[in-house]
């Protein structure tokens, strides 16, 4: 299974960026997705997550900004980001965990936003 991020960027300040995930190898409805960032010298935080029958979760930071969506026919998850500040530069990664009894974990390399007048 392969996780791959596009979208990152340079935005100003209050602007949107449109992240996407692809994953192959396997098919999405088998996996429960999610947006995570770490900034330098922190933790990796959860962002948004979605589950394989769609129910969402939101950190704090991103309720009322970001929205994550997936598309199972073509095994893509998107955050759409809105409003962006300052505190939501960094590294966003892309997760996906396996449906089951034990499950798999796989992450994407991470693409880069960066929120800057």
């Known amino acids: 299974v392969q996780v791959v991020e596009s979208g990152g960027g340079l935005v100003q300040p209050g602007g949107s960026l449109r992240l996407s995930c692809a994953v192959s190898g396997s098919t999405l409805i088998l996996w429960a997705m999610g947006w995570f960032r770490q900034a330098p010298g922190k933790q990796r935080e959860l962002v948004a997550a979605?589950?394989?029958?769609?129910?969402?979760n939101y950190a704090d930071s991103a309720k009322g900004r970001f929205t994550i969506s997936r598309d199972n026919t073509e095994n893509t998850v998107s955050l759409q980001m809105n409003s962006l500040k300052p505190a939501d530069k960094t590294i966003y990664f892309c997760?996906?965990?396996?449906?089951?009894?034990?499950?798999?974990?796989?992450w994407g390399q991470g693409t880069q936003v960066t929120v800057s007048s």
């Open positions: 997760h996906a965990e396996s449906v089951g009894v034990v499950p798999v974990h796989y």
């Open positions: 979605i589950s394989n029958s769609g129910s969402t």
